[in-house]
């Protein structure tokens, strides 16, 4: 093939082109410092680049993010460790005034001003704002999230919760809403009160034992009159109220039974009310140590002498081992006809109160009944001291009463009517805890003495209603429920859980929610209501009891700030939670940032050492070419004139 001039022009310029565009490549490289000036220097790694690029795009709009957020909860935890500071110094003044029997109107009056200041800086902390934000609103952070009024608190602000993204796929709330902060029910009014329902005749067995009722699946238990050994099985099947269990109980029992049960004037409970007879007092089964009402026969050694004037007959009685007064007829008759001593016999005394012994022989054997020294008393216990003349009729020696109520096999009965025991006088039984119920009578209330019911007053945010029980209309459980709930609040009353007392609770969130009495009758006191069930009402009501000079409320309410001081400490938790959250992202982000900027140098910087050894390579290659170039292509103008 025939190579011409111009194929050979053609080739150099080629050449010198190319070593040129390496030269000056290198020379880009060297200038800026960077590997990869354009994609074509390297499309893999330009890849990468962007791929790293972004990713530090991302974390740096991520920490960001974090360090605004870090900014909200700074300001969470320093503002609510300022309220936790004022509700410590509030539950120190309601101490200080709740117990201090010396404080006068003034110092009162002084106490509900500080309350009060501390109320309106709580409410500054509550309203505070980052970048004309305020913290608490929600997504209404232009609205200030409380507004304070006479009679209470409103939350104004939404629920929204405003996310922060602090990674991919990572979001954190980066707010707090007020209303779960400073208006949270942290307790609900009532839920503990106990009216103390007293014990009425037409009371449901089904409701005592706060509704576990009574164990009638049998229905019976068992009285034994020790005095007299006689038992008794009560039947109370059938009973539906604790009128009918007093009647079928008395009826069984019947009048010669010297026992009567009947409902307790004193509070919730049944009462045994045992009568002592006036005959018939005594029988075998009697216990000794029951007769001279309880002070018994002395049976230590238990020794008296059946005797005449001339000792002729010395018969000594041995009474050491009797427990019963059956016990003391076997031995004395037995002893005497032992002893060859006849026509003695020992019974009880015409009214059954006692005992007679009587000298049946003919002529009588003059008899008397002497103690055995002087240091003893058996006979005088037994009321038998004295001469056969011919017979002596004993005193009475008036047995206590004695009776034990027990139940039967595995039944309840009478646990569950709280009647078990023994009863030797009038005794109350165990409280059976009725429950209360819509139909319970006020007059039943304290234990049967009732209550003076006045009127209340109930706030709820900017709101107010009197709620007036003094009327005659209102005698139940369910006539006091009925006009709470009909006030036109936004209130719920109903019996609380516990069966024993009447609850209320807000329908609404975000408002404050305040019970007290409206009058002197103690209306909400006695209802066991009175209170706030939130931390900034009950600022409010401490500061009226403190006007009032109400102890039993400043009492109370210092209970209110225990719980206070807790929810503080349990969103200042949170607060906590999510400072750690953001700061362990932080440091794990900042962490991932150094190693994708190293990643993103390794791809796209230069080395700079290298690249003047290969600038001064490529520069000499270049003149290289040039002197080739020209040698090789040594033209004169004649060449391209021709």
Not at 400 to 406: G, N, S, V
């Amino acid at each position: 093939m025939r190579v011409t001039t111009d194929m050979i022009f053609d080739r150099t310029m080629f050449n010198l082109s190319r070593n040129i565009q390496r030269y000056m490549r290198v020379e880009s490289m060297l200038s800026s410092g960077r590997r990869i000036n354009a994609p074509s220097d390297d499309p893999i790694g330009t890849q990468h680049d962007l791929n790293y690029r972004s990713r530090l795009s991302e974390m740096s709009q991520h920490l960001s993010n974090i360090s605004q957020g870090m900014g909200w909860m700074t300001s969470y935890e320093n503002g609510l460790a300022d309220v936790k500071d004022m509700y410590s110094a509030v539950k120190e003044i309601a101490i200080t005034m709740a117990n201090d029997t010396n404080n006068d109107e003034v110092t009162r009056i002084a106490a509900a001003n500080e309350i009060e200041s501390i109320l309106e800086q709580v409410l500054q902390v509550a309203n505070a704002k980052i970048d004309s934000r305020y913290v608490y609103a929600g997504h209404r952070t232009h609205t200030e999230p409380l507004r304070a009024s006479a009679n209470g608190v409103i939350y104004q602000g939404d629920r929204g919760i405003i996310e922060m993204e602090m990674d991919v796929s990572s979001r954190i709330a980066s707010n707090f809403i007020g209303e779960d902060v400073f208006l949270n029910q942290f307790l609900t009014l009532g839920e503990d009160a106990n009216l103390e329902t007293g014990v009425t005749a037409a009371t449901l067995l089904s409701d005592l034992n706060m509704g576990n009722g009574v164990d009638l699946s049998t229905g019976t238990f068992e009285i034994t009159d020790n005095n007299r050994g006689i038992n008794y099985t009560i039947d109370l099947t059938g009973a539906v109220t604790v009128g009918d269990a007093v009647t079928m109980i008395n009826a069984q029992l019947g009048v010669g039974s010297n026992l009567e049960i009947n409902i307790s004037e004193a509070g919730a409970s049944l009462e045994w009310n045992p009568a002592a007879p006036t005959t018939n007092t005594i029988a075998l089964n009697t216990p000794l140590k029951n007769l001279n009402g309880g002070d018994g026969v002395d049976t230590n050694p238990g020794t008296f002498i059946f005797t005449n004037a001339d000792s002729s007959i010395s018969v000594e009685v041995d009474l050491s081992s009797a427990t019963t007064v059956g016990d003391v007829l076997t031995i004395i008759n037995t002893t005497l006809l032992v002893n060859g001593v006849s026509g003695i016999t020992m019974g009880y005394n015409a009214d059954g109160t006692g005992f007679r012994v009587n000298d049946g022989n003919s002529p009588p054997l003059g008899l008397s009944i002497v103690e055995s020294s002087d240091a003893q008393s058996t006979a005088y216990d037994l009321g038998i001291l004295g001469d056969l003349d011919p017979a002596i009729e004993g005193r009475d020696i008036s047995p206590k009463l004695d009776f034990i109520i027990r139940d039967i096999g595995t039944q309840t009965t009478g646990a569950d009517l709280g009647i078990l025991g023994t009863v030797d006088s009038p005794i109350i039984g165990q409280n059976i805890r009725p429950l209360l119920t819509l139909d319970t009578a006020l007059s039943s209330l304290n234990n049967k003495v009732g209550f003076d019911f006045g009127q209340l007053k109930i706030s709820q945010g900017d709101q107010i209603a009197i709620v007036d029980l003094d009327n005659a209309t209102i005698t139940t459980i369910a006539d006091v429920i009925a006009a709470i709930n009909s006030s036109g609040l936004e209130i719920s009353a109903s019996i609380n859980d516990a069966g024993t007392g009447i609850q209320i609770e807000p329908t609404v969130s975000g408002k404050t929610l305040i019970i007290e009495s409206n009058d002197s009758s103690k209306t909400a006191h006695s209802l066991g209501i009175a209170g706030s069930s939130d931390m900034l009402g009950s600022l409010m009501l401490l500061a009226n009891a403190l006007r009032n000079d109400d102890r039993e409320l400043i009492l109370q309410l210092n209970g209110n700030m225990d719980l206070a001081i807790n929810e503080l400490l349990s969103t200042r938790a949170d607060v906590g939670a999510k400072m750690i959250r953001m700061e362990t992202t932080r440091n794990r982000l900042e962490a991932t940032q150094i190693n994708v900027t190293r990643l993103l140098s390794e791809v796209e910087d230069a080395d700079i050492i290298s690249l003047v050894s290969e600038l001064g390579r490529e520069e000499n290659l270049y003149q290289a070419s040039l002197v080739a170039s020209s040698k090789l292509m040594q033209m004169s103008l004649m060449d391209f004139l021709r």
